[in-house]
Every structure is written in structure tokens, then in C-alpha cells.
């Protein structure tokens, strides 16, 4: 797992699960701010030291191996399962959401950052969507198959495919299929519950307080910076005010410490759910160094 806590979209709408008050459900998402209220900057990242994780191109080297088992398996199978290899190479970087340079003068695209640090990332699935019913068939197994994995402390959880390419995958990588969906499902839900408890922290609330009345002092009223950005990329903004809003976005980003103050809640929810789950993530890691090393050894093909 290469940064738990990603970048939102290019929509910029950043997608959480409404946890710890909801039971958790595969379908209810909402969007921070349809939650709280409140969102988080723009491009809001925090890679968590509480959570180890491997290396970036070791994460690589997984989803390669994956994507090649599952390709293997359905060529077996005669149908065909292509998707491009995924290189090593920063993920998912961008600038600051404070740096005022770079926003003056490119606004909220951030093209220009990633071509300059070829920023990529590795590809994790491919869409089924449209394939006929053969086909997922071989790729998801039977209906029924699937085995429901509860996510903890109410957070998200998902069907573990049991048979069919995905699982055969899985199984060659990291043994019990089940058993690494749950901890996978684990880990993921860390970053679940951190999105959603940063925005409603009293002192995000309170950062987000100085962001807007910031942004009102220079004439601008929004409610949060997901606003902002939406109305500096509608068709109706020219260029000069969608950088007038980008620049004093960073402004005020910096003088409320708004991302300072979101990294810091998001180091504290982090390290506490780390904390009660420490096992689940070093075995999570452990299976991903197993597989790592079946890999390395030729007894899996990348």
C-alpha cells in the first residue's frame, strides 16, 4: 500500500464512508462535505508513519504480479484480460494546497506538477462493466461464491470473490483469500475512518473558521475549499478568476493552517486506530512480504 490516504479525484469530490455513527454498507457514501459540513483542501494528502506499509514499488510489483495471474487464468479460461503494466515512479504527487506560486499561476491544475515529477500510479483492477456474463463468471466465480467481509467499527465493507481468476490470484499471492480480504479490508477502513474524522475535529472546524473569513476578506464566500474549486473550474469562470480564487485559496490555506491542521488530526486518528490494530496490519504487511518473496524467487510470475 503505497500512501493510504490519496489524493481526492480531479472532481476534487473526496468520498469517504460515513462510519462509527452508520452501520456499516457497501452503497453509503457521501461526500465530506454532504457529512459535516466541511471538506478537507483540495489535495489533502497524508502518508501515515503509525500504519507500515511497503514500498511504493514494491505495492508495484503486486498489482503487476496480480494482473498477470488473473491474465494467465482467463486466457485458460479463453477469455482475455489486458490491462497496461504499472511502472514505478512517484504516486499520486502534486503541490501544496498552500503554495501560492504554483496556484497563481496554474490555478488548481495540477498537469503541470505531475509532467515535471511524472507523477503516476499503479492501475489496481479493470473494469468489468459490459462484459457478458461468461466472462465475470470466470473472473468472479459463481454468484454465491462471494463471501461477505464486515468492515470494522462500522466501515466499509465488500464481497471477497471465493473462486473464479480474482481469487485464484489472490490465493497464489497471499494464501487464504479470505483472510486477506479482511485484513486488506482492515487497513483500508483506517483510511476510511481518518477522512471522516478529520473534517468534524473541533480544530479543523476551527482552521476551516480562519480559512473562510480569509477568503471573505478578499472578497470571496465560500464554505469550504471544495467550493472554491468548483466554482474556479465551472465554465462560467474565466481564466483571471479562476486563478484569483486558486491564489487566494493558498493564501488563506497557509494563514489558518488548514492542510497543517488536517495532517495533524489525521496523524492522531491514525496512530490511535493503528494502535488497536496492530496485528491485522503486521500480518497484513507480512503477506505482502511473502508474496513479495514468491515473486522474487520465480514461484509466482510479475
Given at each position: 500500500m503505497a500512501a493510504l490516504f490519496a489524493r481526492t479525484a480531479t472532481s476534487v469530490l473526496l468520498v469517504v464512508l460515513v462510519s462509527g455513527c452508520l452501520p456499516g454498507s457497501d452503497e453509503t457514501y457521501v461526500s465530506a462535505d454532504e457529512a459535516t459540513g466541511v471538506s478537507l483542501p483540495v489535495s489533502f494528502t497524508y502518508r501515515p508513519t503509525a500504519?507500515?506499509?511497503i514500498s511504493e514499488e514494491d505495492r508495484i510489483t503486486l498489482v503487476n504480479a496480480r494482473n498477470e495471474l488473473i491474465?494467465?487464468?482467463m486466457r485458460k479460461k479463453g477469455f482475455t484480460f489486458r490491462i497496461a503494466k504499472a511502472e514505478a515512479g512517484p504516486s499520486n504527487g502534486g503541490p501544496s494546497d498552500s503554495d501560492v506560486a504554483y496556484r497563481s499561476r496554474y490555478g488548481y491544475?495540477?498537469?503541470p506538477w505531475q509532467a515535471q515529477h511524472g507523477s503516476r500510479s499503479a492501475s489496481r483492477?479493470?473494469?468489468v462493466v459490459g462484459h457478458s456474463p461468461k466472462y465475470l463468471l470466470a473472473l468472479e466465480g459463481p454468484p454465491g461464491s462471494q463471501k461477505r467481509i464486515d468492515g470494522v467499527w462500522g466501515g466499509l465493507s465488500k464481497e471477497a470473490p471465493t473462486k473464479g481468476c480474482l481469487a485464484e490470484a489472490d490465493r497464489k499471492l497471499y494464501g487464504d483469500v479470505i483472510e486477506w480480504a479482511s485484513l486488506d479490508l482492515t487497513v483500508l477502513n483506517i483510511e476510511n475512518l481518518m477522512?471522516?474524522?478529520v473534517p468534524v475535529d473541533s480544530r479543523y472546524v476551527e482552521a476551516l473558521r480562519r480559512w473562510r473569513s480569509c477568503m471573505s476578506g478578499r472578497?470571496?464566500?465560500f464554505k469550504n475549499p471544495y467550493e472554491a474549486r468548483e466554482k474556479a473550474d465551472s465554465k462560467e469562470s474565466t481564466r483571471a478568476e479562476t486563478l484569483a480564487?486558486?491564489?487566494a485559496d493558498a493564501i488563506c490555506n497557509g494563514e489558518a493552517g488548514l492542510t497543517v491542521t488536517a495532517k495533524t488530526v489525521a496523524a492522531e486518528i491514525t496512530s490511535e486506530l493503528a494502535r488497536k490494530n496492530k496485528h491485522a496490519i503486521a500480518r497484513h504487511k507480512a503477506l505482502q512480504e511473502s508474496?513479495?518473496?514468491k515473486i522474487r524467487t520465480g514461484q509466482i510470475p510479475s
Open positions: 500504519v507500515p506499509a491474465s494467465r487464468c491544475d495540477e498537469r483492477g479493470k473494469s477522512l471522516n474524522g472578497g470571496m464566500r480564487i486558486a491564489t508474496a513479495l518473496t
